[in-house]
């Protein structure tokens, strides 16, 4: 006969016990070694144009400019002597290897940090800095996580995993402790966290809920990056195909499977953020901070942002984590191009007007005194005339409506560019008039690592069969490269040309339908 205590699933932890739990093990975590309690201060700017008492916890003040140290130190002081004297290898493109080099000098440990061959100088040397072993492997996490487990089996490190501990859960926890301590629980009407794999929002959530269940935790992502948003649809971790490169911090393909543990029974609501969102919230930030935060330590300001435009605030403070600083200077013209575009300050457009004189001046009767911060033109055409043109507008007013029916009222045809990625990324900086007579062109736009070699292999790879027959590419201060290539496909290729993008690997959209492309280039 079967014992029926064999056949009984077991049952999972209730959310207050998990809470508990975690409750304690973030009150016993050893971070203050390394890491410094981090100023909860008022945003007035941002409070005062959001009608909301702001408040930003200020992660990027940490020794290495992010909250990452916290996790990795309170890990790694829990090793016993064996494991410490063996020494400990992550893998990180950033600022959990910085945490992890950091923690491992601070305790006299040998560290060994696996980064990807993209990985920005600025984020090599400042791990070298810090006294780690740096091992350049692969163009992606995915490819530097899998080596670093290699060394770990081969030489008997203990691996220090990026979010996905309940060490290093604990320890980022930390951060709700000290914002209930520096204000009272009753004070605060939400905590707004950025998202990637999960162990920040996890940990400051289990450790708020268990005290203050009322305050609303709210889980930041970048719309590219629906890493937490997807888990809790599908009611499990699922693998993202691609993530976008831009808040990089954030950039994880998958949830920790004890971070949704965690996350899925006390995070209240998911926000996704645009590039351009988010690059207005480094603005935001820096206006009132004076410091540079870098993609990721921003989506928490640009989700708050966007959660108040649908809720009231109330009286009570809405608090911002500011996750982090390590922003390279060749990022900042890309951010300084879309702050604008994200706080509805500037709008794009693709206006067609007749190729007869006088049309000029009749367009620039109907945008009437309204800024313009971009003029493209260049003869195309003898019947019409494609214009890329920017306009500055009011945030938060109808501008953008009353814009686009003045110009159609005046019997021109506009498109509304502002929310088109091919345009912004590429176009504006193309404008110069279309190529007659080139047949079965298709447009698609490229990544790919950057790295050396990158673009020529790119090159090397779509043009051994197929003419290219427009090519653009830009450096955004990113570790991946973009590229817009026209492509010349006859109709009897295209099966073989689509396996060939297939077998190419690099994530692509075909624009070929885009507007932009049809007017401009």
């Not at 990807?116 to 090599?124: F, G, M, N, Q, Y």
């Amino acid at each position: 006969m079967t014992d029926p205590a064999a056949t009984v699933a077991p049952v999972s932890p209730s959310p207050a016990t998990v809470a508990a739990d975690y409750l304690g093990r973030v009150l016993k975590a050893r971070v203050y070694d390394v890491a410094i309690e981090s100023a909860l201060e008022r945003a007035p700017r941002l409070s005062k144009r959001l009608g909301a008492l702001v408040l930003l916890k200020r992660e990027d003040q940490q020794p290495v400019f992010s909250f990452k140290l916290r996790g990795a130190f309170n890990k790694i002081a829990t090793l016993d002597a064996t494991a410490r004297a063996r020494g400990v290898i992550c893998a990180s493109a950033g600022n959990h290897a910085q945490g992890v080099a950091l923690a491992a000098r601070r305790l006299g440990l040998r560290a060994v940090i696996v980064m990807p061959t993209t990985t920005p100088r600025i984020k090599i040397n400042a791990v070298g800095d810090l006294g780690g072993e740096i091992v350049l492997h692969g163009d992606d996490f995915d490819a530097a996580y899998t080596h670093a487990r290699e060394i770990e089996r081969r030489d008997g490190l203990s691996f220090v995993h990026p979010f996905d501990d309940p060490d290093v859960i604990a320890g980022q926890g930390t951060i709700a402790m000290e914002i209930l301590r520096q204000r009272h629980g009753d004070e605060i009407g939400c905590i707004v966290v950025p998202v990637g794999g999960g162990g920040l929002i996890a940990g400051i959530a289990a450790y708020t809920k268990a005290l203050y269940p009322h305050i609303r935790i709210i889980g930041v992502e970048s719309e590219d990056a629906p890493t937490l948003h997807d888990a809790l649809a599908a009611g499990r971790p699922v693998r993202l195909p691609r993530v976008g490169v831009f808040a990089d911090g954030t950039a994880v393909r998958e949830i920790g499977h004890e971070s949704f543990r965690i996350v899925r029974n006390f995070v209240d609501e998911i926000v996704l953020v645009s590039t351009d969102e988010t690059c207005a919230a480094i603005q935001d930030i820096f206006e009132d901070t004076r410091v540079v935060a870098e993609p990721s330590g921003a989506l928490a300001v640009a989700g708050l942002k966007r959660w108040l435009q649908t809720h009231d605030g109330g009286e009570r403070a809405c608090v911002a984590v500011v996750s982090g600083a390590n922003m390279g200077f060749d990022r900042l013209r890309h951010v300084a191009e879309r702050a604008d575009l994200g706080a509805e300050r500037e709008m794009l457009l693709a206006v067609t007007i007749p190729e007869v004189p006088g049309s000029f001046k009749r367009f620039c009767e109907v945008i009437g005194t309204r800024a313009v911060t971009e003029f493209n033109y260049r003869y195309s055409d003898a019947g019409a005339a494609h214009i890329f043109v920017g306009l500055a507008i009011d945030p938060g007013s109808d501008d953008r409506n009353h814009v686009v029916h003045a110009i159609r009222a005046a019997g021109l045809a506009v498109e509304d560019l502002s929310r088109n990625e091919m345009a912004k990324l590429h176009v504006r900086y193309m404008v110069g008039g279309k190529a007659a007579g080139i047949a079965d062109e298709r447009l698609f736009r490229f990544e790919f690592p950057e790295r050396r070699g990158a673009l020529l292999k790119f090159l090397d790879a779509v043009g051994t069969d197929w003419n290219i027959s427009l090519f653009h590419y830009r450096n955004h201060g990113s570790d991946y490269g973009r590229v817009l290539a026209g492509i010349q496909v006859p109709a009897g290729t295209r099966e073989a040309f689509a396996q060939h993008l297939a077998d190419l690997g690099y994530p692509h959209v075909d624009e070929t339908m885009n507007p932009a492309y049809r007017a401009f280039l």
